[in-house]
């Protein structure tokens, strides 16, 4: 499903964020609006797998899937293209960069089409194939198990051929922050190939919209502190721009 959210939708995602379950009568209490208006807006979002339905209300989805791939594509797309438009500016032309999987990295790589001699090594296909189109890039596509859904690639393989190298750039994805700073992922592999694009980047670039915070994923990546700098759309909330400015990452908000 390609959801389309209207602004309440979105908050009240969010809302659930904060409090892991929400009744109806709570929700609709909470927006002002009708029991009716927020069942018709829950099953939005449930169908879309945003949220899970329980008896009498909602919760997060599960914390060991990820929602499918069409329905990543579709969600908070224009706030993806800000982070993608803003990021791509703090990446000069002649640069060397790693980018790992994401839809919101997808559109990074959008972004840096109209850049000069770039030089991309990447485990995700569909960003292989789309900057392949400038003449004046040299794009290496990692080695490893292709996952049908999204076209990604991980494994032994992957890894190996990302430590060959060693970039300017390191422009990675999120499924989840905690507010303690933690990043966090669905894919156990697809976490160790992050770990390896962090390690072998002089700079590292988060990008990464609101949505992704206070979201349950199972999978450490490691502490936002490995991240130079946080490509987002909203300012975070103060525990965890608190975190930011400890572990001394950057923060840009794609307005």
Same mark, same amino acid.
């Given at each position: 499903?390609?959801?389309?959210?209207?602004?309440?939708?979105?908050?009240?995602?969010?809302?659930?964020?904060?409090?892991?379950?929400?009744?109806?009568?709570?929700? /609709? @209490?909470? $927006?002002?609006?009708?029991?009716? !208006?927020?069942?018709?807006?829950?099953?939005? =979002?449930?169908?879309?797998?945003? &949220?899970?339905?329980?008896?009498?209300?909602?919760?997060?989805?599960?914390?060991?899937?990820?929602?499918?791939?069409?329905?990543?594509?579709?969600?908070?797309?224009?706030?993806?293209?800000?982070?993608?438009?803003?990021?791509?500016?703090?990446?000069?032309?002649? /640069? @060397?960069? $790693?980018?790992?999987?994401?839809? !919101?990295?997808?559109?990074?790589?959008?972004? =840096?089409?109209?850049?000069?001699? &770039?030089?991309?090594?990447?485990?995700?296909?569909?960003?292989?194939?789309?900057?392949?189109?400038?003449?004046?890039?040299?794009?290496?596509?990692?080695?490893?198990?292709?996952?049908?859904?999204?076209?990604?690639?991980?494994?032994?393989?992957?890894?190996?051929?990302?430590?060959? $190298?060693?970039?300017?750039?390191?422009?990675?994805?999120?499924?989840?922050?905690? =507010?303690?700073?933690?990043?966090?992922?669905?894919?156990?592999?697809?976490?160790?190939?992050?770990?390896?694009?962090?390690?072998?980047?002089?700079?590292?670039?988060?990008?990464?919209?609101?949505?992704?915070?206070?979201?349950?994923?199972?999978?450490?990546?490691?502490?936002?502190?490995?991240?130079?700098?946080?490509?987002?759309?909203?300012?975070?909330?103060?525990?965890?721009?608190?975190?930011?400015?400890?572990?001394?990452?950057?923060?840009?908000?794609?307005?």
């Amino acid at each position: 499903m390609d959801p389309r959210l209207n602004r309440r939708q979105e908050e009240l995602i969010a809302l659930v964020q904060r409090e892991g379950f929400v009744a109806v009568e709570q929700a /609709a @209490s909470h $927006f002002n609006v009708t029991q009716q !208006t927020i069942r018709r807006d829950l099953g939005i =979002l449930c169908d879309a797998g945003l &949220l899970r339905r329980y008896h009498g209300g909602v919760s997060l989805p599960s914390s060991v899937e990820n929602l499918a791939y069409t329905a990543r594509q579709g969600l908070l797309q224009a706030e993806k293209q800000r982070i993608a438009s803003l990021l791509a500016k703090h990446i000069p032309d002649d /640069a @060397s960069l $790693f980018i790992n999987l994401g839809t !919101t990295n997808e559109d990074v790589a959008r972004a =840096l089409q109209s850049h000069k001699n &770039l030089r991309i090594i990447t485990n995700n296909l569909n960003v292989a194939i789309m900057l392949s189109n400038n003449p004046s890039f040299e794009v290496i596509a990692a080695g490893g198990v292709v996952r049908g859904r999204d076209h990604g690639v991980t494994g032994e393989a992957t890894i190996e051929l990302i430590r060959q $190298f060693k970039v300017d750039f390191g422009i990675v994805g999120i499924s989840g922050i905690d =507010l303690d700073g933690t990043l966090l992922d669905f894919d156990f592999q697809e976490v160790r190939v992050a770990q390896a694009i962090i390690e072998h980047s002089r700079q590292v670039y988060l990008a990464a919209d609101h949505s992704k915070i206070g979201r349950n994923a199972m999978v450490r990546l490691g502490p936002i502190s490995r991240v130079d700098a946080w490509f987002t759309d909203r300012a975070p909330p103060a525990p965890l721009i608190a975190v930011l400015e400890r572990s001394e990452t950057q923060l840009h908000i794609a307005s």
